[in-house]
């Protein structure tokens, strides 16, 4: 099965500014069928991007996707008061799906 | 926009059978796949399978000989059934919608203790 690694684990970053998350996988992700989810403390983990940089509806355009292959990247570019919380990756192209082990993103 | 929930027993006893439904409202059950992944403590989220609206499966290999789904679209339901339990099935579970495999519709999860 495809390991997806993310990285930091933690991020610490005021208002305003910028993030970028990373997702690592073991091997190629077919058809760059990697996505990312955000979730907030007791709320249902939404979908943000998928297929690597296609945008969610409702999702704002500050969130984006980029990538390919085995290396991909979540960024935020003015971190809102909203935005601070887990982040997950999914690669959905082989079975069985895998998730990386998340990115908290929190208030410095 | 759909909604989903999901209900079962919070606590089930080693040995036993888990099982859980989850509510759909909002949308119908139709050429959808209906998703079930669950998050133990401190690890990270674990696709468990889906089921299309038809009834055909698909598993995780970890779970497969413990893991059943079904669909009841007259209730706009869906169900899981994971056997012979133990500590290590103690997870919040979550059941989805899936634009094809992709999960795009969460339900809040459960939690689902196993202990005696």
């Known amino acids: 099965e495809i390991v997806l690694t993310q990285s930091p684990g933690n991020l610490s970053l005021s208002p305003g500014e910028g993030a970028t998350l990373s997702c690592r996988a073991s091997q190629s992700v077919r058809d760059n069928y990697l996505a990312w989810y955000q979730r907030r403390p007791g709320q249902a983990p939404r979908v943000l991007i998928y297929?690597?940089?296609s945008r969610a509806t409702g999702i704002p355009d500050r969130l984006s996707g980029s990538g390919s292959g085995t290396d991909f990247t979540l960024t935020i570019s003015r971190l809102e008061p909203e935005d601070f919380a887990v982040y997950y990756c999914?690669?959905?192209?082989?079975?069985?799906?895998?998730f990386g082990g998340g990115t908290k993103v929190e208030i410095k | 926009q759909v909604q989903l929930q999901e209900s079962g027993p919070g606590l089930v006893k080693p040995s036993e059978t888990l099982s859980l439904t989850c509510t759909v409202s909002g949308g119908s059950l139709s050429n959808y796949y209906w998703i079930w992944i669950r998050q133990p403590p401190g690890k990270r989220l674990e696709w468990i399978g889906n089921i299309y609206y038809s009834g055909s499966t698909n598993y995780s290999p970890s779970l497969k000989s413990r893991v059943t789904m079904s669909v009841d679209t007259s209730k706009n339901q869906f169900s899981l059934t994971l056997d012979s339990v133990t500590s290590a099935d103690t997870a919040v579970y979550y059941c989805?919608?899936?634009?094809?495999?992709?999960?795009?519709?969460w339900g809040q999860g459960t939690l689902v203790t196993v202990s005696s």
């Open positions: 989805a919608r899936g634009a094809g495999w992709l999960p795009d519709n």
């Open positions: 999914l690669q959905y192209g082989d079975s069985p799906l895998t």
């Open positions: 297929g690597a940089s």
